[in-house]
């Protein structure tokens, strides 16, 4: 393997060989011994220097850079299939792109006045929603749009009337007016369950990633718990006052949300008590409040869940390394991944650099440009790019030979 001592690392420039590998190289080819020895001498104080500073494995060619291509910067990213759906500007038309830089594959339009994003995913199928779509002029009735497509070719898989509510796994909960409710497989459509609540007022999935619960508030004050693989209503109790929203849920307790002159009450009960916990008053303009990791949280920082009182965590949450101007991307195979902001680099360009032992940051390779973001999704590490710069992406597992260069996980 050979090390270049790249100085600041922006300088380094993978399309060219070390000049004095291709020395060493052409002094073998026209056999001068004494040239040799000088190119090797060389080359082996330049690796000696560049176990020593902070360098860029340049044993092997670097992983294939692909450029997506532009767009405007969009919330509503997803990857799957390696392919990544970006909203356009407008944010009412999706766009389907190859990770592999083989350009644009589909876009679809679902008619829509909102932004466009995906809310259900399994398989191949990803259902695509976005804002609202009149359905009676006369009336002015409008619905969600939404479809389920094909990932990999755009093509419509099913769509319903009834306006989608949120995904989980295989599952997607749909909404009929005035309480109807189902649950829909994401793969085909077929629907799995149903159940009549005429008094729904609203609801929330309960959980951080893999929803396997909702809860349903009705005008009523009953408050359920509804499994969603089944539909089942596992514990229903209602609340002394009938509030007017759902404020947050939160593993055995539910915060709702009353009225008040002053402006805001929040009431948190624990599933199936009638009387709440404890109560929060909050003003017209400072409604703040919701779940922050292990806490509650509002304006004035951490709330205890089941007191209400405003706590000092005993440990801070963790918050990202950053390394002068790297900033982190995320963990692959056990490697923190972090990027060098462009504006720091002297020829203008992004690199893609791995966390090494001692926390010293090593750069991997150029990414390009510039970037809003760099992220992982799928298989892929994507940076965004904008209207006027491409975004790029590389193959995750392309990495493999860089890592095993640098060595094993930090």
């Known amino acids: 393997m050979t090390l270049i001592d790249l100085g600041e690392p922006s300088r380094y420039d993978p399309g060219r060989r070390p000049p004095l590998r291709e020395a060493l190289r052409e002094s073998l080819h026209k056999h001068d011994p004494v040239r040799v020895g000088r190119a090797a001498l060389a080359a082996l104080m330049m690796l000696l220097a560049g176990l020593v500073a902070g360098t860029a494995p340049v044993g092997k060619p670097l992983p294939a850079l692909h450029r997506v291509g532009r767009f405007a910067e969009s919330p509503w990213r997803f990857a799957k299939a ?3 759906l970006n909203a356009t500007a407008d944010g009412q038309t999706m766009v389907a792109s190859g990770l592999d830089g083989s350009g644009e594959k589909w876009r679809l339009n679902i008619g829509n006045v909102g932004p466009i994003h995906v809310i259900a995913d399994f398989d191949y199928v990803v259902v695509i929603a976005g804002g609202m779509r009149l359905v009676d002029e006369d009336t002015s009735t409008y619905t969600t749009s939404f479809v389920a ?4 070719t755009g093509r419509e898989v099913w769509r319903r009337d009834e306006e989608p509510v949120f995904g989980a796994g295989n599952l997607l909960v749909l909404r009929t007016p005035p309480g109807r409710l189902s649950g829909v497989e994401v793969e085909t459509g077929r629907v799995v369950w149903r159940i009549d609540l005429p008094k729904l007022r609203m609801m929330k999935p309960l959980g951080e990633e893999d929803f396997r619960e909702f809860v349903v508030l009705q005008s009523d004050g009953t408050v359920d ?6 539909g089942a209503i596992e514990q229903s109790w209602r609340v002394r006052e009938p ?5 947050f849920v939160w593993r055995d307790l539910v915060g709702l949300q009353y009225g008040t002159t002053a ?6 009960y624990r599933h199936g008590d009638a009387e709440p916990l404890w109560r929060r008053d909050f003003g017209r303009t400072e409604f703040v409040f919701g779940v922050c990791g292990e806490w509650l949280c509002d304006q004035n920082g951490l709330v205890d869940p089941y007191s209400g009182k405003t706590v000092t965590p005993s440990q801070e949450p963790a918050t990202p390394p950053k390394f002068g101007d790297w900033e982190p991307i995320g ?4 490697h923190q991944l972090v990027r060098l902001d462009s504006a720091s680099s002297a020829d203008a360009q992004m690199w893609l650099g791995v966390v090494g032992p001692g926390q010293r940051v090593r750069p991997l390779m150029p990414l390009g440009g510039r970037a809003n973001r760099c992220m992982l999704i799928g298989n892929w590490l994507y940076c965004d790019g904008s209207a006027v710069v491409d975004a790029v992406s590389v193959r995750l597992s392309d990495l493999d030979g860089l890592l095993a260069e640098v060595g094993g996980p930090a």
């Open 331 to 334: 963990e692959y195979a056990g």
């Open 243 to 247: 509030p007017e929203a759902i404020s």
């Open 82 to 84: 390696d392919v990544v």
């Open 149 to 152: 497509v094909d990932v990999r």
């Open 263 to 268: 402006g805001v009450q929040v009431w948190v």
């Open 225 to 230: 718990v509804v499994s969603i693989p089944t």
